[in-house]
């Protein structure tokens, strides 16, 4: 049986084959949300990104229940930061840049306390992440290999920040022809704003570079399904 599965969403119900679909976690990293990290140091107030920790475990919880793939993801450099361009090296704050000395460690720097995804949303051995330079989750790795491996064609997409590394993602998903469902209250911007307008984008125009729904109704759509334990 190939039985596809519904989730109601915006701006019409998101079909998926449950044997084909993923989990994409986008850079629940310790510098983004935590006090003194990185986010904190471009002006941010972490707490709005904290809002999607307790939604975003119980989905991964019920991603992993139903043998649903999950990937997660890390934005950061090489400790020579050969790996970083200028242009974004140079950016933001000067006192506290890309492979700075940070609160926890070099400040988005692979290895570092910092760098690495938050206890809470620890991976499981065995899960894939993703170590991405920019803010897209395509450019400069292996995730389209892994998808490809894994015969994924949908993904429902959380993580951090909803107008930065989400949207480029999402974007760099559609472009490729993976349909993305961006779940609302997995999702987190520093700005309540940008975090209102950047979910409409993606489903406005009748969807044109995803869908949206939030956790409850993509984890009942989840745990109704019967994915092969394969
Ligand atoms: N992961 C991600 O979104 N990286 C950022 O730098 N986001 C900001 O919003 N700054």
């Not at 940008?194 to 009942?220: K, Y």
Request: aromatic letters at 6%; proline letters at 7%; a negative charge.
């Amino acid at each position: 049986m190939n039985a596809l599965q519904h989730i109601p969403a915006v701006p019409a119900e998101f079909s998926f084959d449950p044997r084909s679909i993923a989990l994409l976690v986008i850079d629940m990293q310790r510098d983004f949300l935590l006090p003194g990290g990185f986010g904190e140091s471009l002006g941010n107030d972490v707490d709005l990104l904290r809002t999607v920790i307790d939604p975003l475990a119980a989905l991964i919880a019920a991603a992993r229940a139903t043998g649903i793939p999950v990937i997660h993801t890390r934005e950061g450099h090489l400790p020579d930061l050969s790996d970083c361009p200028p242009a974004k090296l140079l950016r933001g704050n000067p006192s506290q840049r890309i492979g700075d000395p940070g609160a926890f460690g070099r400040i988005l720097i692979r290895g570092e306390y910092g760098h690495d995804i938050i206890d809470e949303l620890a991976p499981l051995a065995g899960e894939v992440v993703i170590d991405k330079p920019g803010k897209g989750a395509f450019y400069g790795t292996e995730l389209a290999e892994v998808l490809e491996r894994d015969s994924i064609r949908s993904l429902l997409v959380t993580g951090v920040t909803t107008e930065v590394c989400v949207h480029t993602t999402v974007r760099e998903a559609n472009d490729r022809g993976y349909e993305c469902l961006v779940v609302s209250d997995c999702v987190g911007s520093y700005f309540p704003e940008f975090q209102r307008v950047g979910l409409e984008m993606i489903a406005a125009q009748g969807g044109i570079f995803g869908w949206v729904a939030d956790s409850p109704a993509v984890i009942g759509a989840l745990t109704s399904s019967n994915t092969p334990a394969q």
